[in-house]
C-alpha cells in the first residue's frame, strides 16, 4: 500500500495531494483546493509570485513587439543578476500566463538547496518595481513537465488562462550572455575565496612561527637563569 501510494503522490490518481500544486508550484483554486498542497521544507527550486508587470496584458498597450520583448530582456537580465548574488542559478522561467495564480510569476532553480533558501530568506525582506517581493520554495524539479506541451507547438486552446507554464521567450543571445557572466563571476568569487583561504592559512602560519620563537625564547631564558 505504502509503495503505491508513493507511486501516485503528486499524479492525478493521488486524491489527496494536488497534481497541479506538485507540478507547477501554484493551484487556481489556492487555499480554497480541496487537496493538500505540500509545501517542501526543502528545495532548488524558489517561486516570486507575480512579479513581472507585462505590459502586452494592459489592453490600453501601445507598445510594439520588439518594445514589449525589450521591456521583458531588461526584466529578466535585471531580475536573474539578483538572483545570482545568492547562488548560482541552473535556470530561470517567467510566466506569461494570465490566470491569477500564475501571472508573472518567476520560477528559479540554484544549483544548491542552501542557496534556493538563502535567496528567499532574503528576497522576502525586498521590493522590486514597488511592490513587495513574495518568494517560497517550490516543489517543481522538472520544467518540461509544468510547461504546457501545447502552447510549445501553438495549439494551446485556453491561452493565457491555462493552468500549465506558458513561459515568456528571452532573447536567446541575452540568456547566452547572462549565463556565461555568470559562469565568470562564480570563477570569480572562487578564486577570491580560495585566495582569502591561503592568505588566512599565511597568516597562521607567521603567528604560529612568531609563537614558536617566543616559547623558545622564553625555554631558554628559564634555563639561563
Sequence with gaps: MAEYLASIYGTEKDKVNCSFYFKIGACRHGDRCSRKHVKPTFSQTILCSNIYQNPAHDTNCTMTEDEIQSHFDDFYEDFFTELCKYGEVEEMHVCDNVGDHLIGNVYARFRYEE?????????????????????????????????????????????????????????????????????????????????????????GSRRSRRDDRRDSYNDDYRYEH
Design 115 to 203: 542557496d534556493a533558501q538563502r535567496a528567499v530568506d532574503n528576497l522576502n525582506q525586498r521590493f522590486y518595481a514597488g511592490r513587495p517581493i513574495y518568494a517560497e520554495l517550490s516543489p517543481v524539479t522538472d520544467f518540461r513537465e509544468a510547461c504546457c506541451r501545447q502552447n510549445e507547438n501553438a495549439e494551446c486552446t485556453r491561452g493565457g488562462f491555462c493552468n500549465f507554464m506558458h513561459l515568456k521567450e528571452v532573447s536567446r543571445r541575452l540568456k547566452k550572455e547572462l549565463f556565461a557572466a555568470q559562469r565568470v563571476y562564480l570563477r570569480e568569487q572562487r578564486r577570491s575565496k580560495r585566495d582569502r583561504s591561503e592568505e588566512k592559512n599565511r597568516r
